[in-house]
């Protein structure tokens, strides 16, 4: 069985590849610079680039499952990702596994996301969409500077709760949809086990790496201007801030069994992921 996991050094494509590999499947990795990866017998790194979007296509010839996911910042899904889903219809991939956004289930089909969900729906080819909530890495990525320099998580979320989940959980979900064939043809929604808001974040996180961590309810627009004097761009920043929006308003509490249903484990719990990750905020 070959895969191609698109997305292949993420914190999700790569865990997915290295399990993959592992268990000595054949692999096709996607990265924007396949040249400073090591071949391996069972993984080859091609080069993918999101200003041309059919780039790689032609490694579909050689796959029987694909695994699909949108790099953050990238705002036009359905154009980035539509060639690959063209290509894997010509030569006939087996099953594809989408990765979305939760929150998609209620969102208009002109949203280029969810454009790309039905398009796959209606492709002809097996599929699975798997749609997870706020990842608990946004912690060590997106909010690090201000947890490790100034102590405070700065975040427009109220007191809504979140029902965060860990990216190995969102890989090894994306492996037990592949592998699942009784069910085909549908999305899972993967939250975490718990829903916890932003100050009980901030309690766990300083019980843990005995800091004293503080969470600051800040306005939606300073948000997107925290967001964008960091680097991203207008367009992405408004988006995080419109789902940050739908956050507050409680859209991410919500807590399903599809983590447990796909991979017959429980998800992370939130104090986990801080105790197995402590140094990174030290």
Known sequence: MTYLIYGATGLIGSEV???LVFKGESVIACTRKAADKKQDTHLKWISVDAAHPEKGTEYLELTERLFLMAPA??????????????KAKQYSVKKIVLM?????EHAPPEVPFKKLEIYLAESGIEYVILRPNWFMQNFQTMWLDGIKNNKKIYFPGGDAKVSFIHTDDIANSV????NNTEEKNRAFLLTGRESINHLEVTQILSKIIKSDISYIDISNEDFMLILSSAGFSEEYAAFLGH??????ENKSIAITGDVKYLTGKEPIKFAEYVESNALIWE
Do not use: E, S
Not at 243 to 248: S, T, V
């Open 17 to 19: 590849v290295r399990q």
């Open 243 to 248: 789902i940050a929006k739908d956050l507050k």
């Open 175 to 178: 492996l037990g949809a592949f």
């Open 100 to 104: 979305t956004a939760m929150g998609l």
């Open 73 to 86: 910042g990238n705002m036009d899904q359905f154009k980035l990702l539509k060639p690959w889903i063209d």
